[in-house]
């Protein structure tokens, strides 16, 4: 199953979770050291939707945000 919106087309995207040690020098600590990087993805948050297309019921994959927004008509 492809992850991707069907109305606005957002799509995984990839980024870093980055570890770190020690307190912060705000906090009144030496600082903070990073211990670690890895490779993540940000996964969008993708809703199966029945909707009408042209009057006809279509399944969508669409996502939370074109939801809210409202930019798909929810089929009965």
Known sequence: MARE????????A????IARRGMAKSKGGVGQ???GKS???FLPNI???N???DG??????????CLKAGKVKKAA
């Open 47 to 49: 809703q199966p939707v």
């Open 51 to 53: 909707a009408l297309v």
């Open 39 to 41: 490779l993540r993805r």
């Open 5 to 12: 919106c069907d109305i606005c087309g957002k799509k995984p």
């Open 14 to 17: 990839s980024g870093r979770t």
């Open 33 to 35: 050291r990073v211990t």
């Open 56 to 65: 006809k019921k279509k399944k969508l994959k669409v996502c939370a945000k």
